[in-house]
């Protein structure tokens, strides 16, 4: 796993007739919105809002660009219910998953992009990089370019 600049992330791509992915990760609640409304001073209105919420839905996109290819997304989703022994949300294995299923449908080699997010430093992941270095480079965003 390197740390460097996309400029080297997009010369290695190009050395090795490569992909080059940008892989990135968002969530978003489905408890509904808190209910809020105009009223008189002093007469606070009473807006009903049905349900409890019901979990959370988490995605994970990779942005796939090759010289003289049309660009490519692959997406994955996770939604958690709320129940015992459920994952929150995406897992190592999720994102090697997706990973190998990017790469059989590329048919070539990946340079991939990603943050600092923690399922990506895991030592099973990193291990799983090391195993693929033939078709798989991994270029991490240093800690400073984390927006939130």
Known sequence: MEEGGLAAGKSAAAARGAWIVFEDEAGQSLRPPRARTWGRIGQTPEVRVRGRGSGR????????????????LFYSFHVYRGRKGEPKGFTWRDYRDLIVR???QLDGPIVLVWDNLRAHLMPQMR?????????LTVFQFPSYAQCC
């Not at 839905?57 to 490519?72: K, L, Y």
């Open 127 to 135: 291990a799983f990089i090391e195993a693929n270095a033939d078709w």
């Open 102 to 104: 990017a790469h059989i």
């Open 57 to 72: 839905v988490s995605m994970a996109g990779m942005t796939c660009f090759r010289q003289g290819e049309r660009s490519r």
